[in-house]
């Protein structure tokens, strides 16, 4: 079954505690990116990558790092969470060309 | 740059009632719209994208080039519609450029 995979789902973790929320999609897809969803302001990128070795800032890198060295995994880290990273984290991933996107089942975090 | 308005967050109707959630645009290029879907913070699910001209679920959108609009409608509401909708936009032309999305809207459909 093609899908993109989160880990954790759940997770409430202490400011300054480094986390990594891992993202994986068994489609061989080459473009992966992140997005955090927050009431009222909709959708925002994070990072994107189109590629092995290729990422880009999305809207809102500030506090978040990525890498993408193999073509399946994208991993969201957070060196130093802060509060205001409390959200819902998604993953997503298509093939190159105007293809679907797909979304992974999300990741809420909570910083405290 | 490109930008994704949805004027309302809160959209409540009957059933069986017709609905239409906004979303608005704004890109000098030749944009492709999406509508997507999300129930219960599920993960998000593609609903339609403009190119296809279909209807999923009874919604069907149309692409309004001058009112740079690509409003979602339904002719009578269920109950099981109601859930968070986002608009979203895919500027560029190449390959699996990245989705601006509207700040949503929630659909309640009340019995």
């Given at each position: 079954?093609?899908?993109?995979?989160?880990?954790p789902r759940y997770l409430i973790t202490v400011t300054g505690k480094k986390l990594t929320v891992t993202c994986s999609q068994n489609m061989n897809h080459e473009y992966m990116s992140w997005y955090r969803q927050d009431p009222g302001l909709g959708l925002r990128q994070i990072y994107y990558s189109m590629n092995v070795e290729v990422t880009d800032k999305g809207d809102v890198p500030e506090g978040y790092k990525v890498s993408r060295k193999e073509k399946r995994n994208f991993p969201l880290i957070l060196e130093s969470p802060s509060p205001n990273q409390t959200s819902l984290y998604f993953c997503a991933s298509s093939p190159l060309g105007r293809n679907t996107i797909y979304f992974g089942e999300g990741s809420w975090l909570t910083v405290v | 740059a490109q930008r994704v308005t949805q004027p309302e967050k809160l959209l409540s109707v009957f059933k069986g009632a017709p609905v239409e959630l906004k979303c608005n645009y704004s890109y000098s290029g030749s944009p492709e719209l999406f509508w997507y879907v999300q129930y219960s913070r599920q993960r998000l699910?593609?609903?339609?994208?403009?190119?296809?001209r279909e209807s999923i679920k009874?919604?069907?959108?149309?692409?309004?080039k001058g009112e740079t609009s690509f409003h979602l409608k339904k002719p009578f509401a269920q109950e099981e519609d109601s859930a968070m909708y986002y608009c979203a936009l895919r500027a560029g032309e190449t390959s699996g450029s990245r989705l601006t999305f509207g700040e949503g809207t929630q659909l309640t459909v009340n019995p």
């Open positions: 079954e093609a899908q993109v995979t989160q880990n | 699910q593609l609903l339609l994208r403009h190119i296809s009874g919604f069907t959108a149309d692409l309004n």
